[in-house]
């Protein structure tokens, strides 16, 4: 395992404030077992968890040209044929994956192909299952395409997100399981098929990014 370089700053942010406190419960405290010892596990159980929200755990990637892998990590919560108005302006099967701060928050792309559009759209903090958040929460656009199949992946800030990080842009080429984005603090990742696209998995399922299969591409 090893941690996201987005978590670098918030973990030395974090160890400098449990330092702090640890030498401040030791210097006052001290004759206080029972709130010195509280103190001290309920900081370093934050200061663990900050830690543990940004690793990377070590996978061996599912890969496949008619397979379409998960991006994120978490629980299917939508599978519905819906309107997307943003890049396709027509009817698409429409897969959300929801991703609680104990998940791992990587993205990854679920298809080999190049990036054909991208956009970036501030917005609101609603909660990511909301049904609203789609539209008008803090999110990105991410639309890859292959000679197979174009998909579009949409990452949604949560109500405790507050940065949605991306790491690519129209033209570039990815390989499957390439990642392409990373959201802080519980979060949501839709992804849009075809209509009619066999779909692997059902509302409830726990996936894994870059590990699940979540599609397959006749």
Same mark, same amino acid.
């Given at each position: 395992m090893?941690?996201h370089?987005e978590g670098?700053?918030?973990?030395?942010?974090a160890?400098?404030?449990?330092?702090? &406190?640890?030498?401040?419960?030791?210097?006052?405290?001290?004759e206080?077992?029972?709130?010195?010892?509280?103190?001290?596990v309920?900081f370093?159980?934050?200061?663990?968890?900050? &830690?543990w929200f940004? !690793? /990377?755990?070590n !996978?061996?990637?599912t890969?496949g040209d008619?397979?379409?892998?998960?991006?994120?990590?978490?629980k299917?919560?939508? /599978?519905?044929?819906?309107?997307?108005p943003?890049?396709?302006k027509d009817?698409?099967?429409?897969?959300? #994956?929801?991703?609680?701060?104990?998940?791992?928050?990587?993205?990854?792309?679920?298809?080999? %192909? *190049?990036v054909?559009?991208?956009?970036? +759209?501030?917005g609101?903090?609603?909660?990511?299952? +909301?049904p609203?958040?789609?539209? *008008?929460?803090?999110?990105?656009?991410?639309?890859? =395409?292959?000679?197979?199949?174009t998909l579009l992946?949409?990452?949604?800030? %949560?109500?405790l997100? !507050?940065?949605i990080?991306?790491? &690519?842009?129209e %033209?570039d080429?990815?390989?499957?399981n390439?990642?392409f984005g990373? #959201?802080?603090? =519980?979060? !949501? &990742?839709?992804?849009?098929?075809?209509v009619?696209?066999?779909?692997?998995?059902k509302?409830?399922?726990t996936?894994? %990014? =870059?590990?699940?299969v979540?599609?397959?591409?006749?």
């Open positions: 090893t941690i370089r670098y700053k918030y973990i030395a942010i160890t400098v404030v449990f330092a702090l &406190v640890a030498w401040l419960n030791a210097k006052f405290l001290m206080i077992p029972i709130l010195y010892w509280l103190i001290q309920v370093f159980a934050l200061w663990f968890w900050i &830690v940004f !690793r /990377i755990p !996978r061996t990637f890969k008619n397979l379409v892998i998960a991006p994120a990590d978490g299917v919560v939508v /599978i519905e044929e819906t309107f997307e943003e890049y396709f009817q698409r099967l429409q897969v959300s #994956i929801f991703m609680s701060p104990l998940n791992v928050h990587v993205n990854r792309t679920p298809i080999e %192909g *190049e054909k559009y991208f956009k970036y +759209h501030p609101k903090y609603l909660v990511a299952w +909301h609203k958040s789609s539209t *008008e929460n803090e999110r990105t656009t991410v639309v890859v =395409g292959n000679q197979k199949t992946m949409r990452q949604i800030a %949560g109500a997100a !507050r940065r990080c991306w790491y &690519v842009k %033209g080429k990815l390989k499957q390439d990642e990373f #959201i802080r603090f =519980g979060s !949501r &990742v839709d992804i849009y098929f075809p009619g696209t066999k779909i692997d998995v509302i409830g399922d996936v894994q %990014g =870059g590990m699940t979540l599609a397959r591409m006749s």
